[in-house]
């Protein structure tokens, strides 16, 4: 009986360690700590830029960014006194980011230039554009740590080009990766952004394809979709999402915040 019990025991105690858990399990409209955060960088394409598509009467569709209604501005509206950059636009890849918001900064929002602009965390949601151009690629292939000019010219290649790039003009800048959602995604594609924390320091995951809600869901895509991108509600539901993933990265990192205050 005794014995049993043990046995009882480890397998709970197995079962439990195994468990995982889901970060934006229950969504919160709080910000949390993403408060000591002040300055954020938003890299991205037409789903970080807040892009809303509309019909003309001619049946033609039009595509516009309208930045104030970015999940990254409706983060910045609800930490308060924060500041935020989107250098994103619609059609975004990531070899296209490093020509129009680095290298020569041409861009639909009024040519902003990352290097302008240093912030202390960044949020990277690139790929969805990419899976029609570019292989995936191997992180740890393709990534040269020496050089990012010499990286791959692959998806992965060029996505971890953004954060060497970004690293020489803020080294302890945060950097949360994100994962394609269901609706864009290619398991290929998010298997080698998972990769990023393993290569680089202070990036961390937000595995939206993994434990964000499925927007194949028809009732989902009815209540935050407007065509094929989010209406209004759409944006400020992934605001509350992003806050809440990163809310639980801090709370489980707190010691690697510590100095967030410092990074000018």
């Not at 598509?53 to 983060?75: A, L, M, P």
């Not at 202070?202 to 065509?227: S, T």
Request: proline share 3%.
């Amino acid at each position: 009986m005794k014995k049993l019990i043990i046995a009882l025991f480890i397998l709970v105690s197995f079962t439990s360690q195994a468990q995982e858990i889901n970060p934006i399990a229950t969504i919160s409209q709080q910000p949390g700590w993403c408060t000591i955060i002040h300055r954020w960088g938003f890299i991205g394409d037409s789903l970080c830029s807040g892009e809303f598509e509309y019909s003309r009467e001619d049946g033609s569709t039009v595509w516009h960014d309208v930045y104030e209604y970015s999940w990254g501005q409706r983060i910045v509206a609800a930490v308060g006194g924060a500041v935020g950059f989107n250098f994103s636009q619609g059609g975004e890849t990531a070899k296209g980011w490093i020509e129009n918001f680095w290298d020569y900064p041409l861009n639909r929002n009024a040519d902003i230039s990352a290097k302008a602009h240093p912030c202390q965390a960044y949020i990277i949601a690139l790929g969805c554009n990419d899976r029609n151009g570019f292989a995936p690629g191997d992180a740890h292939k393709d990534i040269n740590l020496e050089d990012y000019t010499k990286n791959a010219e692959t998806f992965i290649g060029y996505y971890g080009g953004i954060i060497q790039r970004v690293k020489t003009l803020q080294p302890r800048a945060r950097f949360f990766v994100v994962t394609l959602p269901t609706l864009y995604g290619k398991e290929e594609f998010s298997a080698e952004i998972r990769k990023m924390p393993e290569i680089f320091d202070n990036v961390y995951l937000i595995d939206l394809e993994k434990y964000g809600q499925d927007f194949n869901d028809p009732q989902l895509k009815e209540r935050y979709f407007e065509k094929g991108h989010m209406n209004a509600a759409g944006y400020q539901m992934m605001a509350w999402t992003f806050m809440t993933y990163i809310n639980w990265i801090i709370e489980n990192n707190l010691s690697d915040f510590s100095d967030i205050s410092l990074v000018k």
